[in-house]
């Protein structure tokens, strides 16, 4: 004899179903927003010792981020490519790092702008810089 579910027992499954998926999607878009926030922070720690090395070569900070990769008639004390793979890689969000000489908190910023790209705002759209790159 079979023996089948009631219309009941399956609205149960389908609410308790519906109501983990409720509670782990926000959960796991929060993962992956901190995810790329701290990926960025790794990212501008890396292009930071790649600018400190230039530097140490050079006994100056580079131009642009495109120094980096590319002997930009910096001569002979240039032993790039400082940042591997020949192109300056994107932010998490697709984005372009922003490299300012000088810059408003040190001699150097390097920024990411965020998931929107723009100046300022909060959580994944706040700007992650070099400066920032210690604060929790």
Not at 33 to 56: P, T
Not at 104 to 130: C, K, M, R, T, W
Request: charged share 25%; net charge negative; hydrophobic share 40%.
């Amino acid at each position: 004899m079979y023996k089948f579910f009631t219309m009941i027992e399956m609205v149960v499954v389908i609410v308790i179903i519906a109501t983990l998926a409720a509670v782990a999607t926000p959960l796991y878009f929060n993962h992956v927003k901190s995810s790329r926030i701290s990926a960025a922070k790794m990212q501008i720690g890396i292009f930071e010792q790649c600018i400190f090395n230039y530097r140490v070569d050079l006994r100056k900070l580079p131009d642009s981020l495109d120094d980096l990769i590319k002997n930009n008639s910096a001569g002979k004390r240039w032993k790039g490519p400082y940042l591997k793979g020949g192109v300056i890689p994107k932010d998490p969000w697709s984005n372009d790092y922003i490299y300012k000489k000088p810059g408003e908190h040190g001699e150097f910023d390097l920024i990411s702008y965020g998931a929107d790209g723009q100046p300022g705002g909060e959580d994944e759209n706040g700007d992650v810089g070099n400066w920032t790159v210690n604060e929790e």
